[in-house]
């Protein structure tokens, strides 16, 4: 029987993120992907010692990710979510509500109520804003522990 050669070769690439006029990264995609797919993609061949695979790497994604392993990054999603909610300044909430719930809604943020419940009146709070502008402040607090968040 023939055998059939399979090459798999994975491209892994990000546009640079990093703003050269501020330094300040626009979005936290590379230093999300380097801490959960990048390194677990090629640790999972320990599993299949006899799979070959071949892992590219763009340059603007090694140079992105190198800024963060010398700690020269100015990654504001980094910067809110490694503070103590409160510590935070509302316009710092702001940008938690809004920015950090980019993330598929029914399969990671569903996962979590307590998280789902704060997407959800943050998504109900911006349309009453449209609609009326003081009737947000009868909305509730969205409140939560840590505890709650585990599945």
Request: net charge positive.
């Amino acid at each position: 029987m023939p055998v059939l050669r399979v090459i798999v070769l994975w491209h892994q690439h990000q546009p640079f993120y990093k703003d050269l006029v501020t330094g300040e990264y626009r979005l936290p995609w590379v230093r999300l992907h380097a801490l959960k797919d990048y390194y677990g993609m090629v640790k999972l061949l320990d599993e299949f010692p006899n799979v070959h695979q071949t892992f590219n790497l763009v340059p603007s994604l090694i140079t992105q990710i190198q800024d963060y392993v010398a700690g020269t990054t100015r990654d504001p999603f980094l910067e809110v979510a490694a503070k103590p909610a409160k510590d935070l300044s509302s316009a710092e909430r702001r940008f938690c509500l809004q920015y950090l719930f980019q993330a598929n809604p029914v399969h990671v943020i569903g996962r979590y109520p307590a998280i789902a419940s704060c997407q959800n009146a943050f998504v109900a709070s911006l349309w009453i804003k449209r609609i009326s502008p003081s009737a947000h402040r009868t909305l509730p607090t969205c409140r939560f522990s840590p505890g709650r968040l585990v599945r």
